[in-house]
């Protein structure tokens, strides 16, 4: 990973971080992108003691907010000349019904519109890196969670029977969905771009979600989760690893590719999806 430049979203904790580190060591150019600077720019150092490596830099944003996602990618186009990987890898869950600053429910705008306009408003660098490197990669994090949802694109500003293990389960469908979608769509590039489930991690994820369901995720991630460092190998590998060359619009875990559910592979959604995404945002 030697001169290599990655983007790495939700990189301040969790397997976000733990990928920052692993590429790090690499040798890899990392950008890591948190919402709190203060927090963002610890973890900046602490990356770069811990790996030995200096080439690290900061982006801060709201990424459930599109002009914030709009305005760091456009500081990551004036300070980078290229972009050998994106990793999408922000993402929450809710426990209540909120709305995002333009106006859709919080757990779309932040797992599913982050994706989609951030890696839009990137891809000609992608692209023009490919063209000059001979690949480009990106990396969309979702979750076996994606298994039992059904996507609905008509009650994204409805608060009436919202269910955060719904939308939560939706938003990682998206994250497939749209993989596949834009692996299409980049099929005459050499940009490739793949889904993984990092399996239950032992993280901070889940325990906003209120006394008795914060309680189940946290005995569930004490008695079945892996660590962070286990967790962040996958995404490691497909950021960095010779032998995923070339291989596209793949569902990975453990660095296998696998099944994803069945219908996330209907291709009425993902064009249904990416054209709800599109006109949401503008792009695309």
Not at 127 to 142: C, D, F, K
Request: aromatic share 8%; proline share 1%.
């Amino acid at each position: 990973m030697n001169g290599k430049r990655v983007l790495i979203t939700g990189a301040t904790n969790g397997i976000g971080k733990q990928a920052a580190l692993e590429l790090m060591k690499m040798g890899a150019d990392v950008v890591i992108v948190g919402r709190n600077e203060t927090k963002t720019r610890q973890v900046m150092m602490q990356l770069q003691a811990q790996s030995g490596n200096d080439a690290i830099d900061m982006l801060v944003a709201d990424l459930s907010s599109m002009d914030e996602i709009r305005r760091i990618a456009a500081e990551f186009q004036a300070n980078c000349g290229r972009l050998d990987v994106l990793l999408n890898n922000a993402g929450a869950v809710f426990s209540d019904y909120q709305e995002s600053a333009d106006g859709y429910e919080m757990t779309f705008a932040l797992n599913h519109i982050s994706y989609f306009l951030l890696t839009h408003l990137l891809l000609d660098m992608l692209v023009q890196t490919s063209q000059e490197q001979g690949e480009a990669r990106i990396v969309n994090v979702s979750s076996s969670a994606h298994r039992n949802a059904t996507l609905r694109l008509d009650n994204l500003r409805d608060a009436s029977g919202y269910s955060f293990m719904n939308s939560y389960g939706a938003s990682k469908l998206m994250n497939v969905q749209f993989t596949y979608e834009l692996a299409r769509r980049l099929a005459d590039t050499t940009v490739t771009v793949n889904a993984v489930h990092p399996g239950l991690v032992d993280t901070g994820f889940g325990h906003n979600t209120g006394r008795v369901w914060s309680g189940l995720i946290k005995i569930a991630q004490k008695l079945f989760a892996i660590s962070p460092q286990r967790g962040a190998e996958t995404l490691v590998y497909l950021a960095a690893s010779p032998e995923v060359a070339g291989i596209s619009s793949k569902y990975w875990n453990e660095k296998q590719q696998k099944q994803s559910s069945d219908n996330s592979y209907d291709r009425e959604q993902q064009k249904r999806l990416w054209e709800f995404s599109a006109e949401a945002t503008g792009v695309g």
